[in-house]
Nanobody, 123 residues
Framework: QVQLVESGGGLVQAGGSLRLSCAASGRTFSSYHMGWFRQAQGKEREFVAAASRGGGRYYADSVKGRFTISRDNSKNILWLQMNSLKPEDTAIYYC?????????????????WGQGTQVTVSS
């Protein structure tokens, strides 16, 4: 089992940057595929980016070229560097862990979730 705690959200102007962090408990962080998802008010939760335990990366088309996901297995931390932020990036951002060995964009496959961190981008 793993516990996830996100941080780094906040209010930023359009065009600005934020770096989200997700700290994981436990000693098996390196065995999980990790993902970032977001949920805007009134909308369904959606995939943002994923980092496999083996170095693979997925990005949603809407963030490709602007966001970068990375992880440090020695520190049990997942990051999401967000540049060139847009008002439509406003959402609660969640990190999640997938323990079944499936590297996927599908949020239904992720077993463990953090509490989320709010990102607000003003125009």
């Amino acid at each position: 089992q793993v516990q996830l705690v996100e941080s780094g959200g906040g209010l930023v102007q359009a065009g600005g940057s934020l770096r989200l962090s997700c700290a994981a408990s436990g000693r098996t962080f390196s065995s999980y595929h990790m993902g970032w998802f977001r949920q805007a008010q009134g909308k369904e939760r959606e995939f943002v980016a994923a980092a496999s335990r083996g170095g693979g990366r997925y990005y949603a088309d809407s963030v490709k070229g602007r966001f970068t996901i990375s992880r440090d297995n020695s520190k049990n931390i997942l990051w999401l560097q967000m540049n060139s932020l847009k008002p439509e990036d406003t959402a609660i951002y969640y990190c999640a862990a997938e323990s079944g060995g499936i590297f996927t964009r599908d949020l239904a496959s992720y077993d463990y979730w953090g509490q989320g961190t709010q990102v607000t981008v003003s125009s």
